[in-house]
């Protein structure tokens, strides 16, 4: 391709559209509209394919006067740019020199420099082909190659399909590709729309009018951005390639027991997951200064089945004791309105030690942290491995469910395994009488008969996302021994409750 300076344009057109797509099957060939309530009046933003007679910018009065049959969908802006960041992700596995174009408020364009790339690929066709195959196909990625970004661009959009289509190298080549083409092609974030309107007003209504118009007309009548619109019609684009600088996180997920709204639970998840992200080999000595909060819902519609909150600390954070003080705090004030499955914590904006003040008193609380540690890694070594020391904390002791009362988190922050229930319930097989009462009760391989009830209780969380109905037992055995069984109304089963 020459020794001139090629960039690629990937281009995703709707991407906010082809992500809710991608995340429900059922959106398929319905009309519907992406809503953004920021401003006083909701604007759509993105729009599905079948909703042909909707606009970008339309409110959404007059979108559904147009679409009365639109699906409404509420922007997810946090899982477009995720998307977004994992499509750049991939590019930057094609090339060292990507950059999104977000920050000009082009979500779902990214250039990505190409000299270079044709020897190490082996060729201009096997370089097109792994910058097209970055890109996850439902997006449908649109390509376009050019001696500037704005050509690049300019070749993406204009092209009807995926695919890739190129603009020649030299300003003469590009000049007379750009020219049949419209100037509302002309990007807003360097040709303000008031002087697009102009241009027309002008009568000029192609980039090839402009470009044949003096510059320094131009000039004098709009300033330099009147020069920047006709270099940019005549494939004049000298702006470079920001390569963006990929920002190093830690993340750690944990699943709950079982899902709660319970916020002692809560407060225990981002314990365990900031106490694993301290303990990793990358933060040592290290500072976080902004952490990221995703909290899985249960049950909850698709467009809001997470839960996101971020936090900038005012001062970078060293232990995972002050981080999690921040955010416990804040989720005292702002926390999720429905019961929650895992959760998920991500430390970015690192940067090296600070200067810390020494303290002339010995901590205690960690001294004896350190010594249990210890203690369990010793174990462990003994258990092939195996967790052995954990610490109990209730966290909701008023659920009239044991096991959702208590959970059990590994002393050892290195444990990957998930926070567990202590009262966990268990299968049993019963033999019931005419009301449903147990008759007998098979404990491992023998039937014990039931000699009396000594008490019964029920409940019916009925409102939950996943409904909660029991009807308990206390019961003795023939042999005397004294058991708690329950039988959940829902699946028809019985199981054994520990205390």
Not at 257 to 279: G, H, K, M, N, Q
Not at 302 to 328: C, D, L, N, P, Y
Not at 421 to 444: D, L, N, T, Y
Request: net charge negative.
């Amino acid at each position: 391709m020459g020794d001139a300076a090629t960039i690629g344009c990937v281009l995703v057109t709707h991407l906010r559209a082809r992500v809710e797509l991608a995340r429900r099957a059922e959106l398929w060939g319905r009309a519907g509209v992406i809503v953004e309530r920021s401003g006083s009046r909701p604007v759509v933003i993105d729009c599905l394919p079948a909703a042909e007679a909707v606009e970008v910018g339309m409110t959404l009065e007059q979108a559904l006067s147009l679409q009365p049959d639109a699906v409404v969908l509420e922007a997810d802006e946090p899982h477009y740019a995720r998307e977004f960041e994992r499509l750049l992700a991939a590019l930057d596995e094609v090339s060292d020199r990507v950059e999104g174009a977000e920050a000009d408020g082009q979500l779902g364009v990214a250039y990505v420099g190409l000299d270079g790339l044709e020897a190490m690929y082996g060729g201009e066709t096997p370089m097109l082909d792994a910058l097209l195959h970055a890109v996850p196909s439902h997006f449908e990625p649109r390509i376009g190659i050019g001696a500037g970004k704005f050509p690049a661009l300019a070749a993406a959009r204009t092209r009807g399909s995926p695919g890739v289509s190129r603009v020649g190298r030299d300003t003469r080549a590009a000049a007379a590709f750009l020219a049949p083409h419209s100037i509302n092609l002309l990007p807003p974030a360097l040709v303000p729309s008031e002087l697009v309107d102009d241009l027309h007003r002008l009568g000029l209504h192609t980039m090839g009018e402009v470009a044949g118009q003096e510059m320094h007309a131009l000039l004098d009548r709009f300033g330099h951005e009147g020069r920047r619109a006709w270099e940019l019609c005549r494939g004049i684009d000298a702006r470079p390639l920001r390569p963006r600088v990929a920002e190093e996180s830690i993340t750690e997920t944990v699943t709950l027991p079982a899902a709660s709204a319970s916020l002692e639970l809560l407060r225990v998840a981002v314990d365990t997951l900031l106490t694993r992200v301290f303990a990793q080999p990358r933060m040592q000595g290290r500072y976080a200064g902004s952490a990221t909060l995703v909290c899985k819902l249960e049950d909850a519609p698709t467009e809001a089945s997470t839960w996101m909150k971020e936090f900038h600390f005012k001062s970078r954070v060293g232990s995972w004791q002050r981080a999690a003080e921040i955010v416990k705090a804040r989720l005292e004030i702002e926390h999720p309105q429905a019961p929650v499955e895992a959760m998920t914590v991500t430390l970015a904006n690192l940067s090296g030690a600070s200067g810390v003040q020494l303290s002339l008193f010995p901590d205690l609380r960690a001294d004896r942290e350190r010594r249990l540690l210890e203690t369990e890694r010793q174990l462990q070594a003994r258990l092939k491995g195996r967790h052995a020391l954990h610490r109990m904390v209730e966290v909701a002791p008023w659920h009239p469910a044991p096991e959702m009362r208590t959970v059990q988190v590994s002393i050892d922050p290195a444990a990957s395994a998930d926070m567990r229930p202590v009262s966990a319930p268990s299968v049993v097989e019963v033999r019931e009488g005419p009301a449903q009462e147990p008759r007998a009760v098979r404990i491992g391989a023998e039937w014990q008969e039931v000699s009396s009830i000594e008490d019964r209780w029920s409940f019916d969380l009925w409102w939950r996302p996943t409904p909660m109905h029991r009807s308990y037992y206390r019961i003795s055995q023939a042999d005397g021994q004294q058991v708690t069984i329950f039988r959940d109304q829902r699946e028809a089963r019985w199981y054994q409750q520990t205390a």
